[in-house]
């Protein structure tokens, strides 16, 4: 729980710890502005353009002519499997590798070739890389240092952004007394102290345990949001992405495959690695049969469907093969026929998991993941057959 106040030309937040002990931090507001980004619509809020970029380690292409927008203060996430480009991005944007082809801006400005320290990036590893034997001021102010700022600057400086990230009463400790999550508050304390144009994080949460994470999730979209800042945020999960981001970009190959909201990715899929990659899906293969009420209508083995492009730009002709993607949310199961989108079968297993229940749905030769909220038919596998629907617009239509 936490607050925040003006009280002349000091700007106060109150903060409860963990053991609910009442912190009081407070700063000069001026400092403050100088220390951020500036709000939304400055000039100074950068965007990120990355045009053609091509990145080789001898015979692999790490990145494939990638074509990227990042807005002024959106938190954007890179995501994909193991070896798909993402942190070869992040470091490329940060100017620890180099690529053969291609161009990087900051808003205006070429920063391609520019070496690291001189794109003013603020950069959060995974392992947090804190000094264990500086104190967290002195880990915060290792930058500043670095600068040549004054240090009366680093000291007030210090003291903000530690201040910003609830921190502030523990500067004098080292690393090996805090805990996870209260080092990974220091880390984004000192990537932020330099006051970056834009701010990367690579998988910051990795370490963290599930609790935690979600905790932490909270917190950096609140520091992004709350000074403006410009972040590229890679990570391998993807509730992680769906809970935060502003926009999301799936990588696979070195090739950008989708960008959009949580919401359009997650919904609609363009393409078949992407609807597996975010979240549980069905895929059924079926042939197109032409258009009805403004829907696809396909035959499959389990029956016919009516469903909708993922991409838009995708427009399948009469006889082409398709696959289906479905949420495993998006079943319904009942015992009444449906007219269309209804599938007949049984339960085979289930997991009960109070609020929710997984069913593998036995369709003929198909089986499908249903998950029922607020389950009703835990325990049907012996009363017959049940029925499964799901309405056109929670049907996707992918290229086979």
């Given amino acids: 729980m936490s607050g925040r106040r003006a009280e002349g030309n000091w700007f106060v937040r109150t903060a409860y710890n963990r053991n609910w002990s009442k912190e009081v931090y407070s700063f000069d507001l001026a400092s403050r502005e100088t220390l951020f980004p500036p709000a939304a619509g400055d000039p100074r809020m950068i965007s990120i353009r990355i045009q053609n970029l091509t990145k080789r380690f001898g015979p692999t292409v790490a990145l494939r002519n990638l074509d990227l927008t990042i807005n002024p203060g959106e938190l954007f996430f890179l995501l994909g499997p193991s070896g798909c480009g993402k942190t070869t991005l992040l470091r490329s944007l940060a100017g620890f590798y180099i690529p053969e082809e291609g161009s990087i801006h900051f808003g205006d400005e070429d920063v391609t070739s520019l070496a690291p320290h001189n794109r003013n990036t603020g950069m959060m590893f995974q392992s947090y890389a804190l000094w264990p034997h500086m104190t967290l001021a002195e880990?915060?102010?290792?930058?500043?240092?670095?600068?040549?700022?004054?240090k009366a600057e680093i000291k007030r400086r210090v003291a903000e952004a530690l201040g910003s990230v609830h921190m502030g009463a523990y500067a004098e400790r080292k690393p090996?007394?805090?805990?996870?999550?209260?080092?990974?508050?220091?880390?984004?304390?000192?990537?932020?102290?330099?006051?970056?144009?834009?701010?990367?994080?690579?998988?910051?949460?990795?370490?963290?345990?599930?609790?935690?994470?979600?905790?932490?999730?909270?917190?950096?979209?609140?520091?992004?949001?709350?000074?403006?800042?410009?972040?590229?945020?890679?990570?391998?999960?993807?509730?992680?992405?769906?809970?935060?981001?502003?926009?999301?970009?799936?990588?696979?190959?070195?090739?950008?495959?989708?960008?959009?909201?949580?919401?359009?990715?997650?919904?609609?899929?363009?393409?078949?690695?992407?609807?597996?990659?975010?979240?549980?899906?069905?895929?059924?293969?079926?042939?197109?049969?032409?258009?009805?009420?403004?829907?696809?209508?396909?035959?499959?083995?389990?029956?016919?469907?009516?469903?909708?492009?993922?991409?838009?730009?995708?427009?399948?002709?009469?006889?082409?093969?398709?696959?289906?993607?479905?949420?495993?949310?998006?079943?319904?199961?009942?015992?009444?026929?449906?007219?269309?989108?209804?599938?007949?079968?049984?339960?085979?297993?289930?997991?009960?998991?109070?609020?929710?229940?997984?069913?593998?749905?036995?369709?003929?030769?198909?089986?499908?993941?249903?998950?029922?909220?607020?389950?009703?038919?835990?325990?049907?596998?012996?009363?017959?057959?049940?029925?499964?629907?799901?309405?056109?617009?929670?049907?996707?239509?992918?290229?086979?």
Avoid at 139 to 146: H, M, Q, R, S
Avoid at 184 to 210: G, K, M, Y
């Fill in 176 to 400: 090996n007394q805090l805990s996870g999550g209260q080092q990974q508050r220091v880390a984004l304390a000192r990537a932020l102290v330099i006051r970056p144009r834009c701010l990367l994080l690579d998988e910051p949460l990795s370490n963290l345990d599930a609790k935690l994470r979600l905790e932490m999730r909270a917190e950096i979209r609140r520091v992004c949001k709350e000074f403006n800042l410009t972040t590229v945020y890679v990570t391998h999960d993807q509730k992680e992405a769906l809970s935060i981001s502003d926009r999301m970009a799936i990588l696979d190959g070195g090739k950008i495959l989708q960008v959009g909201s949580p919401k359009e990715v997650y919904r609609r899929p363009t393409c078949k690695t992407v609807a597996h990659f975010i979240g549980e899906t069905d895929f059924i293969e079926g042939r197109v049969l032409g258009t009805e009420q403004g829907h696809i209508a396909i035959e499959t083995a389990i029956g016919r469907f009516l469903g909708v492009a993922g991409d838009p730009a995708f427009s399948p002709t009469a006889g082409a093969m398709v696959t289906l993607s479905i949420r495993p949310e998006c079943w319904k199961l009942g015992r009444e026929p449906k007219a269309h989108n209804a599938v007949r079968g049984r339960i085979g297993e289930s997991v009960y998991l109070g609020e929710v229940a997984q069913y593998a749905f036995v369709a003929g030769a198909v089986t499908l993941k249903i998950y029922e909220l607020n389950p009703r038919f835990v325990g049907a596998t012996s009363d017959g057959d049940l029925v499964a629907s799901v309405e056109p617009d929670d049907v996707v239509v992918l290229g086979a």
């Fill in 139 to 150: 880990n915060v102010a290792f930058g500043l240092e670095e600068r040549k700022v004054p």
